[in-house]
């Protein structure tokens, strides 16, 4: 059973920066595209940004210029780059991983920009 384990957030200031990592259980050359989503409080899941097996990287509006996905094949991870994080960037970042049209999902990481 693939396992993904994120880590990486936190409590950080308006402007601020973080960077979220998804460390997979097996090789990511295995998944055909890797993603980060977020939950906000109260609100339904929504994707944040995308990066495929050719390394093909997509964002939301509400983010684009200011998040970055990448990966790395060596440590087997995924990274969310966020800076002049925002506010109404709070939410829970789940980690995904698609393979053989199955979807496996990390636990999740808190990250909570203040004001």
């Known amino acids: 059973q693939v396992q993904l384990v994120e880590s990486g957030g936190g409590l950080v200031q308006s402007g601020g920066s973080l960077r979220l990592s998804c460390a997979a259980s097996?090789?990511?050359?295995?998944?055909?595209?890797m993603a980060w989503y977020r939950q906000p409080p109260g609100k339904q899941r929504e994707l944040v940004a995308t990066?495929?097996?050719?390394?093909?990287?997509n964002y939301a509006d509400s983010v684009k210029g200011r998040f970055t996905i990448s990966k790395d094949y060596v440590q087997n991870t995924i990274y969310l780059q966020m800076n002049s994080l925002k506010p109404e960037d709070t939410a829970v970042y789940y980690c995904?991983?698609?393979?053989?049209?199955?979807?496996?999902w990390g636990q999740g990481t808190q990250v909570t920009v203040s004001s």
């Open positions: 990066i495929t097996s050719r390394t093909i990287t």
């Open positions: 995904q991983g698609r393979r053989s049209n199955f979807d496996y």
């Open positions: 097996e090789s990511i050359f295995s998944f055909n595209v």
